[in-house]
Structure formats: structure tokens, C-alpha cells
Nanobody
Framework: VQLQAFGGGLVQPGGSLRLSCAASGFTAGYYAIAWFRQAPGKEREGLSCISRTDGSTYYADSVKGRFTISGDNAKHTVYLQMNALEPEDTAVYYC??????????????????WGQGTLVTVSS
């Protein structure tokens, strides 16, 4: 089972990026895919997730209205469209899979398969 996150990079404040998370070797038996991020010196933060069961989406308040999660079940790929980026969004972004129904959708301990992370830097 592998998750590969990509699409990070350097972007100016106010700009946009789209992250992708591709799952391979694991096509059944997961309940949600989520995006998290971790900035230097800070705890890992849950940003958004999408339920595989019914496509429901969830967002942290910090990104609501700016980030949009979407998924392509056929490709086992999830995207995170990030708009109106701010310097505070600078972090390593991770995607993760929950192989059991998450009790709390954006709690990192409910996710047990993680990708390697992709760095997003928002700076002028």
C-alpha cells in the first residue's frame, strides 16, 4: 500500500496550488482519505477529508472557504485545491487513509496509512 502526495511548491501569497494524493496497491477497505499539514514546531493539523462511503467532505475552520477536497474513486486519487494561500499555510502537507471508520474525521490518530508529504511554501 502506498500513498503518494505531490503538487507542492513555492507560491506567492494569494496564489493557488492543487495537491494530489494517489493511492496504489490498496483499492478496497478504506473509509476516508484526508489531508493534514505540519508546520515547523507545530502539531500536525487535519485540514480536510472525504468519505469514500458517501463522498461527504469535512474541513477545518482554518481552511474552510479556501480549500476544496475532491476525489476520483476510479483513480483512487484525492485532490486538494488550495486558493488564497497565506504565509501561514506554509507546511509539509500529507495525505492519509483511514482503514476503519473515523470516529473523528480530522483527527490524525484515526488515519493509519500515510504518504510521504509534499512541501508547500507561501512566500513573496
Amino acid at each position: 500500500v502506498q500513498l503518494q502526495a505531490f503538487g507542492g511548491g513555492l507560491v506567492q501569497p494569494g496564489g493557488s496550488l492543487r495537491l494530489s494524493c494517489a493511492a496504489s496497491g490498496f483499492t478496497a477497505g478504506y473509509y476516508a482519505i484526508a489531508w493534514f499539514r505540519q508546520a515547523p514546531g507545530k502539531e500536525r493539523e487535519g485540514l480536510s477529508c472525504i468519505s469514500r462511503t458517501d463522498g461527504s467532505t469535512y474541513y477545518a475552520d482554518s481552511v474552510k472557504g479556501r480549500f476544496t477536497i475532491s476525489g476520483d474513486n476510479a483513480k483512487h486519487t484525492v485532490y486538494l485545491q488550495m486558493n488564497a494561500l497565506e504565509p501561514e499555510d506554509t507546511a509539509v502537507y500529507y495525505c492519509a487513509i483511514a482503514t476503519k471508520p473515523p470516529a473523528i474525521w480530522l483527527l490524525m490518530y484515526n488515519y493509519d496509512i500515510w504518504g510521504q508529504g509534499t512541501l508547500v511554501t507561501v512566500s513573496s
